[in-house]
């Protein structure tokens, strides 16, 4: 299996699911702030397609992108092991990926489908009293949630998410925090105008620099990447910023933007060049949503219906009865002088029916709307996708 070839298609995916959110504005936080974790979404919805048979099956893996057969599981335990793994103990950034099951008592999985999620997601599955207790394990699931994100994500699951006919939660929770190459001195961070798209502009704190950075200009936008400080092991992580050179171009740009265009301006983007302004804002917020209805825009419809195949799951009659009735998806990040730190989880519920070059310096401000990127370079998996139109927003 070509991993590379896997991630790359990954990128698409991850551009796609955002491009719908974009539209219909389900991940929303106020002004209009988006963020995802395409990979920790792709994870919970990998594990569903583990038990999964027929057209249920193969609309998980076209939607999301994955590899066919055997291949879509190895390439997700290779995230996980390989990519996903913490970075602390080598000098590089905190990474934290963990995956949870928990199954109704009455029901019992098969053996093959205990085997593959153990095998390649590192998850065994825990017993839960959905019939009479649901509140009190939404409660443990969303503790659970918790604890793997170092409690930056709260309440996954909201209240009555769960109920007597749930039979089945999925969830995987995704950790980042790493410092940057270069850090800036928050002693330089200063106010500045941010240009708002109804065209009003807010007060904001920026960070600045007078090092070089890696910059690119396109036709009709800039890059800028940020490095984090590399570990003693094959991985790099950094951040890009998509700046559109229009104060109102982030809807042009979302909309033009596709996976090759993606990865050209990653590679492109690594050259540093002096810079005559540079302006970039702090920001931190948090954005939950339930990406079901963008999913489905996506062709994703079959394992959220009544005709779903998820008979590879669990024994007896019930496995005819198995559906996905929702997914639920949560991230935060925070970027300042120091670094990032980001967290994801996702939740899907499932439910009986029933080289040195001379350049001129180039500005990059970002006082207006930007997109943002947060992947591993080496392999070009992308952890974190978000957009930023007002970064005063907290929440």
């Known amino acids: 299996m070509d991993v590379s070839v896997a991630v790359e298609h990954q990128a698409g995916f ?22 995802l974790s395409p990979v920790s979404m792709t994870t919970a919805l990998a594990m569903a397609g583990a038990g999964a048979k027929g057209k249920t099956l193969q609309e998980i893996q ?143 704190p920026y960070m600045t620099s007078k090092k070089k950075q890696s ?30 050179n229009e104060k109102d171009g982030i809807t042009k740009l979302e909309k033009e933007l596709d996976a090759e265009n993606l990865t050209k ?21 948090s954005a939950g949503f339930k990406p079901t209805g963008a999913l489905q825009a996506l062709g994703l419809k079959a394992p959220f219906s009544q005709g779903a ?10 496995a005819e009865l198995l559906y996905l009735s929702d997914v639920y998806h949560k991230c935060f990040i925070e970027v300042n002088e120091e670094g990032t730190e980001a967290a994801a989880a996702t939740g899907a519920v499932m439910m009986l029916k029933s080289i040195a070059i001379r350049e001129p310096p180039i500005d990059f401000v970002a006082d207006h709307p930007f997109l943002f990127v947060l992947r591993e370079d080496v392999t070009g998996l992308i952890l974190f996708l978000g957009r930023i139109t007002n970064p005063s927003v907290s929440q």
């Open 14 to 35: 991850a551009l796609d699911l955002h491009k719908v959110v974009a539209e219909t504005n389900e991940n929303a936080v106020d002004k209009g702030n988006s963020l």
């Open 62 to 204: 076209t939607v999301l992108k994955l590899p066919e057969g055997e291949e879509m599981h190895q390439f997700t335990s290779q995230l996980k092991t390989a990519i996903l793994k913490d970075g602390t103990s080598v000098g590089g950034p905190a990474l934290y990926c963990a995956n949870g099951l928990w199954v109704e008592k009455t029901l019992t999985l098969k053996s093959s489908f205990q085997e593959l999620v153990k095998g390649n997601y590192g998850v065994g599955a825990s017993v839960a009293d959905f019939g009479n207790k649901a509140e009190e394990e939404r409660t443990n699931i969303n503790k659970w949630v918790e604890d793997e994100t170092k409690g930056k994500i709260e309440d996954l699951l909201p209240p009555s998410s769960l109920n007597e006919k749930t039979a089945m939660v999925l969830a995987n929770a995704l950790y980042f925090k790493g410092t940057w190459k270069k850090k800036f001195n928050p002693e330089e961070t200063k106010d500045d105008d941010f240009h708002l798209l109804d065209g009003k502009t807010v007060k904001v």
């Open 215 to 244: 910059v690119r200009q396109f036709d009709t936008h800039k890059v800028l990447k940020l490095s984090y400080l590399q570990g003693d092991d094959h991985r790099s992580f950094s951040m890009f910023f998509i700046l559109p």
């Open 265 to 285: 301006y990653f590679n492109w983007t690594s050259r540093e060049v002096e810079v005559s302004q540079f302006r970039l804002p702090k920001f931190k917020f």
């Open 309 to 318: 195949d998820f008979s590879d799951m669990v024994e007896g009659p019930n």
